[in-house]
């Protein structure tokens, strides 16, 4: 057998391809000193690049006067990595850990994502390569160091701020409508004090937060940055104790250096309070007035507000399960019956949200409340004045809380239904009902135009034809087997109207009612007092069968007697004859 051989060549080296190098800078604070350590950064990477054989520079991102412990406030740092992504970049260059990033979480994360992406990091003050085998060890000890010395920063500037605190000086130049900063002093702007004042006189006036704005939106008052005014922007101006010529300082701080969230200080750090630092907008004395009177009102929950329609049951009826206060809904269809349901319908609850099924009525309400006060009708003042609140245990059933601490259960069951068709309503939903028909959705010029000879309105439906659905008028009660289509109908209208074509204006307008005296006559009662009889076509509509058709469908049938079958029959039909006897046909 002779031998095969196959050449196999050496593989000629590659050409080393150039790497594609870039470099990230950040400074933590924008102050000439760091602004310059950034231009240094910068034009060092940018040299150190250019200038090293088989590097390609893919340039120099660098953030100016950004924290490190957020990455995504970083908008150099993110275009960096969208480049990475982009597959733009092989090695990046950064002189620390800490110029990186400051956040242990998000350094771990990065770096790992750009070691699957094949990308280098290099940070040359720790030494570290994060492609090494050490190097993501190496690089979560050192974040971690990173990290720790922002807190030790954070811990440091928050004992120099108290330091200013006892001292009376506020932390910068805040912004307070109102006012304005003219060298380390506020001074009241008076075009803005005035709309001040007039939000903390309406308070004192009785209106509410809600009334104030819409006010405001009527008149085109704005904030100071030309937004409308809100019930938030409202409830700051009112509690904001700067109006009085005093300041409070640290009303927020910092919880967690690295996360940067703020939080309001409700007495879990030191509060230092400065008095007779600026001119006052309001007195003190109304200020205090206004937040005693804000919590007054807060007590009252939403009967506070006499912006809102209220009844005596507003705030009084409680859910046991859900606590949540139930919600007055409209009345429905128009009826004078309004309901009531528990409040965590209307919000989105994780599970199966509340265990009472249903709303209740405000007549079983107040029918329930009399009878369980004694009343012989319903009192708003007596309920006020004995009931503190309701509770709803169970569908149908009130829990009554009273004032003098007794507590006991009633029944309650829904009649809203019931007590909604007054004879006054039921009436006008008849006459509704007779003009209007009572399919809305299938509603014509013809709905209950249309009059059977046994006092019922002709109906609408529709049937498939091979040309596509055509609407067919019947009686409801069958008076009629065949219908009327729809479109011979209005050929009619026309003829009779005497009009080319149907005039949906002049039917309604002309013919009071179209009467049904025998199939297919008609007798048109016009609005001049005028009655005109004209038949209509009730044969059904269809294709005639050609004589293949016909002979086709004759074949089909002969196949399916099959002598078999034909003997199945014949037994099945003796059968039946032989169990019922001479009345074997069924009735």
Same mark, same amino acid.
């Given at each position: 057998?002779?031998?095969?051989?196959?050449?196999?060549?050496?593989?000629?080296?590659? *050409?080393?391809?150039?790497?594609?190098?870039?470099? !990230?800078?950040?400074?933590?604070?924008?102050?000439?000193?760091?602004?310059?350590?950034?231009?240094?950064?910068?034009?060092?990477?940018?040299?150190?690049?250019?200038?090293? +054989? @088989? $590097?390609?520079?893919?340039?120099?991102?660098?953030?100016?006067?950004?924290?490190?412990?957020?990455?995504?406030?970083?908008?150099?740092?993110?275009?960096?990595?969208?480049?990475?992504?982009?597959?733009?970049?092989?090695?990046?260059?950064?002189?620390?850990?800490?110029?990186?990033?400051?956040?242990?979480?998000?350094?771990?994360?990065?770096?790992?994502?750009?070691?699957?992406? @094949?990308?280098?990091?290099?940070?040359?003050?720790?030494?570290?390569?994060?492609?090494?085998?050490?190097?993501?060890?190496?690089?979560?000890?050192?974040?971690?160091?990173?990290?720790?010395?922002?807190?030790?920063?954070?811990?440091?500037?928050?004992?120099?701020?108290?330091?200013?605190?006892?001292? #009376?000086?506020?932390?910068?130049?805040?912004?307070?409508?109102?006012?304005?900063?003219?060298?380390?002093?506020?001074?009241?702007?008076?075009?803005?004090?005035?709309?001040?004042?007039?939000?903390?006189?309406?308070?004192?006036?009785?209106?509410?937060?809600?009334?104030?704005?819409?006010?405001? =939106?009527?008149?085109?008052?704005?904030?100071?940055?030309?937004?409308?005014?809100?019930?938030?922007?409202?409830?700051?101006?009112?509690?904001?104790?700067? !109006?009085?010529?005093?300041?409070?300082?640290?009303?927020?701080?910092?919880?967690? +250096?690295?996360?940067?969230?703020?939080?309001?200080?409700?007495?879990?750090?030191?509060? !230092?309070?400065?008095?007779?630092?600026?001119?006052?907008?309001?007195?003190?004395?109304?200020?205090?007035?206004?937040?005693?009177?804000?919590?007054?009102?807060?007590?009252?929950?939403?009967?506070?507000?006499?912006?809102?329609?209220?009844?005596?049951?507003?705030?009084?009826?409680?859910?046991?399960?859900?606590?949540?206060?139930?919600?007055?809904?409209? /009345?429905?269809?128009?009826?004078?019956?309004?309901?009531?349901?528990?409040?965590?319908?209307?919000?989105?609850?994780?599970?199966? @949200?509340?265990?009472?099924?249903?709303?209740?009525?405000?007549?079983?309400?107040?029918?329930?409340?009399?009878? =369980?006060?004694?009343?012989?009708?319903?009192?708003?003042?007596?309920?006020?004045?004995?009931?503190?609140?309701?509770?709803?245990?169970?569908?149908?059933?009130?829990?009554?809380?009273?004032?003098?601490?007794?507590?006991?259960?009633?029944?309650?069951?829904?009649? @809203?239904?019931?007590?909604? $068709?007054?004879?006054? !309503?039921?009436?006008?939903?008849?006459?509704?009902?007779?003009?209007? #028909?009572?399919?809305?959705?299938?509603?014509?010029?013809?709905?209950?135009?249309?009059?059977?000879?046994?006092?019922?309105?002709?109906?609408?439906?529709?049937?498939?034809?091979?040309?596509?659905?055509?609407?067919?008028?019947?009686?409801?009660?069958?008076?009629?087997?065949?219908?009327?289509?729809?479109?011979?109908?209005?050929?009619?209208?026309?003829?009779?109207?005497?009009?080319?074509?149907?005039?949906?204006?002049?039917?309604?307008?002309?013919?009071?009612?179209?009467?049904?005296?025998?199939?297919?006559?008609?007798?048109?009662? *016009?609005?001049?007092?005028?009655?005109?009889?004209? /038949?209509?076509? *009730?044969?059904?509509?269809?294709?005639?069968?050609?004589?293949?058709?016909?002979?086709?469908?004759?074949?089909?049938?002969?196949?399916?007697?099959?002598?078999?079958?034909?003997?199945?029959?014949?037994?099945?039909?003796?059968?039946?004859?032989?169990?019922?006897?001479?009345?074997?046909?069924?009735?």
């Amino acid at each position: 057998m002779a031998k095969s051989i196959t050449r196999i060549d050496a593989k000629k080296p590659d *050409l080393l391809q150039r790497k594609r190098v870039a470099a !990230y800078a950040r400074v933590s604070m924008d102050t000439e000193r760091l602004m310059h350590s950034l231009s240094v950064q910068v034009s060092y990477y940018s040299e150190l690049i250019q200038n090293t +054989p @088989g $590097w390609e520079y893919a340039g120099v991102y660098a953030d100016e006067g950004i924290t490190g412990t957020k990455m995504d406030s970083r908008p150099e740092f993110i275009r960096m990595l969208a480049d990475c992504e982009a597959g733009k970049i092989d090695i990046i260059l950064t002189k620390s850990l800490s110029r990186f990033a400051r956040n242990t979480v998000d350094t771990l994360n990065v770096v790992r994502r750009l070691k699957e992406l @094949g990308i280098e990091v290099r940070f040359e003050k720790e030494r570290i390569n994060s492609l090494a085998d050490e190097g993501e060890l190496l690089i979560t000890i050192m974040a971690s160091f990173a990290q720790e010395e922002v807190r030790s920063l954070s811990e440091n500037v928050k004992w120099g701020l108290r330091k200013r605190f006892e001292q #009376g000086m506020p932390n910068g130049h805040f912004h307070v409508y109102g006012y304005r900063w003219e060298g380390d002093h506020l001074v009241i702007q008076p075009d803005e004090a005035a709309i001040v004042r007039r939000i903390f006189q309406n308070f004192l006036q009785g209106k509410s937060r809600l009334e104030t704005e819409r006010e405001f =939106a009527a008149e085109g008052i704005t904030t100071a940055k030309g937004c409308r005014w809100v019930d938030s922007n409202i409830k700051v101006v009112l509690t904001n104790v700067t !109006y009085t010529g005093n300041l409070l300082l640290q009303k927020e701080y910092i919880t967690d +250096p690295i996360t940067k969230k703020r939080k309001k200080n409700r007495g879990e750090l030191t509060q !230092y309070y400065v008095e007779g630092t600026h001119e006052a907008i309001i007195d003190k004395e109304t200020f205090d007035y206004v937040q005693q009177e804000m919590a007054r009102r807060k007590a009252l929950g939403p009967r506070a507000n006499k912006s809102l329609n209220l009844t005596c049951f507003s705030g009084k009826i409680r859910c046991p399960h859900c606590g949540i206060n139930y919600g007055h809904l409209r /009345s429905r269809r128009g009826s004078s019956i309004s309901y009531w349901v528990c409040g965590s319908k209307r919000k989105k609850k994780v599970g199966d @949200g509340c265990p009472v099924k249903g709303a209740m009525s405000e007549v079983a309400i107040r029918k329930c409340c009399a009878e =369980a006060l004694g009343l012989d009708a319903f009192d708003e003042a007596v309920f006020t004045e004995r009931v503190d609140h309701l509770e709803v245990p169970e569908k149908d059933r009130l829990t009554f809380f009273m004032k003098d601490g007794t507590i006991f259960t009633c029944d309650c069951r829904n009649t @809203g239904h019931q007590d909604c $068709w007054t004879p006054e !309503y039921r009436a006008a939903v008849s006459a509704y009902r007779r003009e209007h #028909g009572t399919n809305p959705r299938g509603k014509s010029c013809f709905t209950s135009k249309i009059k059977c000879a046994c006092g019922s309105n002709y109906q609408t439906s529709y049937q498939k034809l091979k040309d596509g659905s055509i609407r067919y008028w019947r009686c409801p009660e069958k008076c009629c087997e065949k219908g009327m289509r729809e479109d011979r109908l209005r050929a009619v209208c026309a003829e009779v109207l005497g009009t080319d074509g149907f005039d949906e204006a002049a039917f309604t307008a002309q013919v009071e009612y179209i009467s049904v005296l025998a199939d297919g006559v008609l007798e048109f009662h *016009l609005a001049d007092g005028r009655a005109v009889q004209h /038949s209509i076509d *009730l044969r059904r509509s269809g294709t005639k069968w050609s004589e293949e058709q016909r002979r086709h469908f004759n074949e089909s049938i002969k196949g399916l007697y099959t002598p078999e079958r034909r003997q199945a029959m014949s037994e099945h039909m003796k059968q039946l004859r032989k169990e019922r006897g001479a009345n074997w046909r069924k009735e």
